[in-house]
């Protein structure tokens, strides 16, 4: 059985790098800092996950993620944010994400949700 694959999305490096500590062991892990190069591996690296922050510095995290819904509307989204409330003025109610987590987060019970997300995740698919 393949590993999970999991798209890390973050115009800090540091995170990226946080990111793909925390789940290299469980998950193949890619990270791009872009919009554009988020998108451009959707196709290419075929993630099931993608962790994606709301503030890039090409495009917002909404917009990525109605190209990514637009793309394979099954991918689980896992939104980074650090605002209180992102879905007020959005079009999340169309373009759901599958898990929207607060900044600053806690590393162990990010690596938790997203278990048990990836968990129901292959569930729903093979079943």
Do not use: H, W
Not at 61 to 90: A, F, H, M, P
Not at 96 to 124: A, C, G, R, S, W
Request: hydrophobic share 45%; with cysteine.
């Amino acid at each position: 059985m393949r590993k999970c694959r999991l798209l890390c999305v973050d115009d800090q490096a540091g995170i990226r790098i946080l990111l793909g500590e925390i789940f290299k062991n469980d998950y193949d892990v890619l990270s791009v800092g872009t919009g554009a190069e988020a998108i451009e591996m959707i196709n290419d690296f075929r993630p099931d996950v993608v962790i994606l922050d709301m503030k890039l510095q090409d495009m917002d995290g909404e917009e990525v993620l109605k190209n990514i819904r637009r793309i394979n509307e099954s991918i689980c989204v896992v939104i980074l944010t650090g605002y209180d409330d992102i879905t007020q003025n959005s079009d999340f109610d169309v373009f759901k994400p599958d898990m929207i987590v607060q900044k600053p987060f806690d590393v162990f019970e990010l690596k938790e949700e997203i278990n048990l997300l990836m968990t129901e995740y292959f569930v729903v698919v093979a079943g």
